[in-house]
């Protein structure tokens, strides 16, 4: 990010659980305004029954946490958009699940075509956890849109459309309404704004933003929010993406009295 962004000394450091530890090949997102399905693809209400029975067994064994019978759905060729191979994947969704135990998928067929040997499908998954490793009294709510290919009943690709997640953690957690661009030109400065929407009073808030691009090595390696004082109102930053197209992700934390609340949103650069 540009030097808009902060660069001084932390006054406190948080964990950043970005949501790339989200389990993406069952995942989809937002809204369809980034990357609409195309004019050839069905609608998801008219899904065959067999493939809304695989997202289903999909949806209930990510919810039980079975990394041994989640991973059979995927096959031995998976690819993934971000560079992650099937090992990187399980990794990263152990991580997930060391640190959210107990999180439930639920997911929604948005389109699908069949392929000569599968489905192309495209759909959105809401997941939400309670109490995690890291934060007392914290609830993680994500939403990801994704793309994905299926052959004999297994993922071979898959694609992160759109993706947020929230972690909000305390007694008094910031309500927060953020301003974000979904897609950006290269070498073109943007608005990241994480505004409080509740009367603060005389709270002193902390906020912190980061930029970082999507690959396997910062899905593995999350990196760590710096805070400092902000402003009354909220955070309020300006960034430039410097390396070029591909998929970015840019986070954020406002932390008051009583409460925390830390999200993370990916922006494409095309």
Same mark, same amino acid.
């Given at each position: 990010?540009?030097?808009?962004?902060?660069?001084?000394?932390?006054?406190?450091?948080? &964990?950043?659980?970005?949501?790339?530890? !989200?389990?993406?090949?069952?995942?989809?997102?937002?809204?369809?305004?980034?990357?609409? &399905?195309?004019?050839?693809?069905?609608?998801?209400?008219?899904?065959?029954?067999?493939?809304?029975?695989?997202?289903?067994?999909?949806?209930?064994?990510?919810?039980?946490?079975?990394?041994?019978?989640?991973?059979?759905?995927?096959?031995?060729?998976?690819?993934?958009?971000?560079?992650l191979s099937r090992?990187?994947?399980?990794?990263?969704?152990?991580?997930?699940?060391?640190?959210?135990?107990?999180?439930?998928? @639920?997911?929604?067929i948005l389109s699908?075509?069949?392929?000569?040997?599968?489905?192309? %499908?495209?759909?959105?998954?809401?997941?939400?956890?309670?109490?995690?490793?890291?934060?007392?009294?914290?609830?993680?709510?994500?939403?990801?849109?994704?793309?994905?290919?299926?052959?004999?009943?297994?993922? %071979?690709?898959?694609?992160?459309?759109?993706?947020?997640?929230? !972690?909000?953690?305390?007694?008094?957690?910031?309500?927060?309404?953020? @301003?974000?661009?979904?897609?950006?030109?290269?070498?073109?400065?943007?608005?990241?704004?994480?505004?409080?929407?509740?009367?603060?009073?005389?709270?002193? !808030?902390?906020?912190?933003?980061?930029?970082?691009? %999507?690959?396997?090595?910062?899905?593995?390696?999350?990196?760590?929010?710096?805070?400092?004082?902000?402003?009354?109102?909220?955070?309020?930053? %300006?960034?430039?993406?410097?390396?070029?197209?591909?998929?970015?992700?840019?986070?954020?934390?406002?932390?008051?009295?009583?409460?925390?609340?830390?999200?993370?949103?990916?922006?494409?650069? @095309?």
């Amino acid at each position: 990010m540009t030097s808009n962004f902060p660069t001084s000394h932390p006054q406190r450091r948080l &964990p950043r659980l970005l949501s790339s530890l !989200i389990l993406g090949a069952i995942a989809s997102g937002l809204t369809t305004t980034l990357l609409a &399905p195309p004019s050839h693809a069905n609608p998801g209400q008219d899904a065959p029954e067999e493939l809304q029975q695989l997202l289903q067994s999909i949806d209930e064994t990510a919810t039980q946490g079975d990394i041994d019978a989640l991973m059979r759905f995927y096959s031995d060729s998976f690819r993934h958009y971000d560079g992650l191979s099937r090992e990187n994947l399980q990794a990263s969704l152990e991580q997930l699940w060391e640190r959210f135990p107990n999180l439930s998928y @639920n997911t929604e067929i948005l389109s699908w075509e069949q392929t000569a040997n599968g489905y192309e %499908v495209e759909t959105k998954t809401t997941i939400v956890g309670l109490q995690s490793r890291d934060f007392a009294n914290s609830e993680l709510r994500a939403t990801v849109r994704s793309r994905q290919v299926y052959e004999n009943d297994q993922i %071979v690709s898959q694609e992160i459309l759109e993706e947020e997640i929230r !972690i909000l953690s305390g007694e008094n957690p910031p309500n927060v309404r953020v @301003n974000l661009p979904l897609e950006i030109s290269p070498n073109t400065r943007y608005h990241f704004d994480l505004i409080v929407e509740e009367p603060l009073g005389n709270d002193l !808030i902390l906020g912190a933003a980061l930029q970082e691009p %999507v690959s396997s090595q910062t899905h593995l390696n999350p990196s760590s929010l710096e805070l400092q004082p902000l402003n009354a109102g909220g955070l309020f930053k %300006v960034g430039e993406v410097e390396n070029g197209e591909g998929d970015y992700w840019v986070s954020g934390a406002i932390v008051r009295r009583g409460g925390i609340a830390i999200i993370s949103r990916r922006m494409r650069v @095309n």
